[in-house]
């Protein structure tokens, strides 16, 4: 049974370049979340998807990041122009979320470095 | 608004003593309580989580944790510690009614000595 998967597993790009992160969740899970961590901040929610819909983006740091769902298997992190303090590392999780209580599901994560 | 806080960046406990990684938070109305596991260079792994009901929950690799209401505490535990449960440990918080995302601690790196 995989996991959520994320792709790359690592990603070093020069400032002023676009990144894509991908992230394929567990099917069957209808919630969908991005996080990103770093020393200084720790771990923090960039943004949520229900049923591939964005309920919560508040966390999203600014216009330069963008997140799209287009279906259930399938979610992306964009990052255009990228910068050095963007360096971190990004997580998507996925949860069943029938109710609160549930639990997520962490992917591997896709550590970013932006000379 | 949620948070949560992790008193202690780090934990040192002996091998094969009990160990404690306290957790405070504050969430309006009901919690849901949340322990998470992060190995080196790897994803938040679940380990165990208080929804209602007995106050003692007990989760994976033998890990419990306890519900105090009236101090608002999750505090976990385990009776021995391995060498290999050295870590770093993530409380969350989810309110019942309120946002509907996870509020993550920041987090107390636990280290075993054999």
């Known amino acids: 049974d995989a996991g959520v998967i994320q792709s790359p597993r690592h990603e070093v790009t020069e400032m002023g370049q676009e990144v894509t992160l991908r992230c394929k969740p567990i099917s069957g899970h209808n919630s969908l979340f991005w996080y990103r961590q770093t020393m200084m901040r720790g771990l923090e929610l960039l943004i949520y998807?229900?049923?591939?819909?964005?309920?919560?983006d508040s966390g999203m740091p600014e216009d330069r990041f963008s997140a799209k769902m287009p279906n259930a298997s399938f979610s992306t992190l964009k990052i255009q122009p990228s910068e050095p303090r963007d360096s971190a590392v990004y997580f998507c999780?996925?949860?069943?979320?029938?109710?609160?209580?549930?639990?997520?599901?962490f992917g591997p994560g896709t550590r970013l470095t932006v000379t | 608004a949620q948070s949560v806080a992790q008193p202690e960046d780090q934990v040192n406990v002996a091998e094969g003593n009990p160990l404690t990684v306290k957790c405070t938070y504050s969430v309006s109305g009901n919690p849901y309580l949340f322990w998470y596991v992060q190995y080196p260079n790897r994803g938040l792994q679940f380990l165990l989580k208080?929804?209602?009901?007995?106050?003692l929950v007990k989760g994976s690799y033998g890990f419990e944790a306890e519900f105090n209401k009236s101090q608002t505490s999750f505090h976990l535990k385990k009776p021995s510690a391995l060498v290999s449960d050295s870590a770093l440990y993530f409380c969350a918080v989810r309110s019942v009614t309120g946002r509907r995302a996870l509020t993550f601690g920041s987090g107390t790196r636990l280290q075993v000595q054999p």
């Open positions: 999780a996925s949860s069943l979320d029938r109710d609160r209580g549930s639990e997520q599901y």
């Open positions: 998807f229900n049923n591939n819909v964005p309920i919560d």
């Open positions: 208080y929804i209602t009901g007995d106050n």
